[in-house]
């Protein structure tokens, strides 16, 4: 996504907010959920789909799918790199974890062929 498509997305979400009166009770629960919430949720999915996004091109343009190396490229913890490196398995960017090793593999190079 460029920062443009963010942005709108951004906005088209702030927009269902506020038309659904997000910020009332009415899933029932007890809970008041604060629109402030809500916009929460969504920009930490935005910003997740960036880090998805820049972990992709580094462990394509470097070969390296370790977390550690995500982690400190990125500058994000370990868990969030760990779901990182799962999600790029996923998508078919890096291997399963060798039986005997562990490892993974870089699937796509820098020229994008597999």
């Known amino acids: 996504m460029n920062p443009e498509q963010i942005e709108q997305s951004r906005n088209d979400f702030d927009q269902f907010l506020r ?25 930490r999915a935005a910003m997740d789909r960036i880090d998805l ?23 994000i913890g370990w868990n969030h790199a760990a779901r990182l490196r799962e999600a790029l398995e996923r998508e078919g960017v890096v ?9 993974r593999t870089v699937l796509i190079t820098g020229e994008g062929s597999r």
């Open 95 to 103: 291997s399963p974890p060798d039986p005997e090793t562990g490892r």
């Open 19 to 43: 038309d659904n009166h997000w910020n009332d009770t009415r899933l029932g629960d007890g809970y008041a959920y604060p629109m402030e919430d809500a916009m929460w949720v969504g920009w």
């Open 53 to 75: 996004i820049q972990a992709r091109a580094y462990v394509i343009e470097s070969g390296q799918a370790s977390i550690c190396a995500l982690q400190r490229h990125l500058r």
